[in-house]
């Protein structure tokens, strides 16, 4: 059961509530159809590139990229020169993307739950068991590396 708590599960089920709301609950409230659709489609574009990016970074050091588990290196390279968590911040990216392009106006609160989720569940284990493992490394990391953007 511990693939439940994964970022793509937690992802999953905001998508699902996002899509319920604007399927079953638009309540005529509404984006704009045109630039919605264009704004959504380039943030999930974007969003599928970073995590396309940071998996392969993660791979060419040979570092796991299970959020549960401490990786055998610490990847400051590629994609991860600009942000600490490029795949969780894709994760937000797709979620307001869908949400746009689902014109799921109510849906909104689940882009800063999601944040929420991902920061408490994951990103702060994760930081604390790296600060553990690489010390000096990590933190001149979080020094020079900005948590999200």
């Not at 489609?41 to 599928?48: N, P």
């Not at 990229?65 to 990786?71: A, Q």
Request: glycine residues 8%; charged residues 20%; positive net charge.
């Amino acid at each position: 059961m511990k693939w439940i708590d994964t970022p793509p599960a937690w992802l999953m089920v905001c998508l699902a509530l996002a899509w319920c709301q604007a399927r079953y609950l638009p309540m005529g409230l509404g984006f704009g159809a045109v630039w919605a659709d264009l704004l959504g489609g380039l943030l999930v574009g974007g969003g599928l590139v970073l995590i396309g990016l940071a998996i392969t970074e993660m791979r060419r050091q040979k570092t796991t990229i299970l959020p549960h588990e401490t990786p055998s290196h610490l990847v400051q390279s590629g994609i991860f020169k600009r942000s600490r968590n490029p795949i969780y911040l894709a994760d937000v990216m797709i979620l307001t993307g869908l949400i746009l392009y689902f014109d799921a106006v109510l849906a909104l609160p689940l882009i800063p739950a999601l944040t929420w989720i991902l920061e408490k569940r994951f990103i702060t284990g994760e930081e604390d068991r790296m600060r553990r493992s690489f010390r000096a490394d990590w933190a001149r990391y979080e020094q020079k590396t900005r948590r999200w953007l």
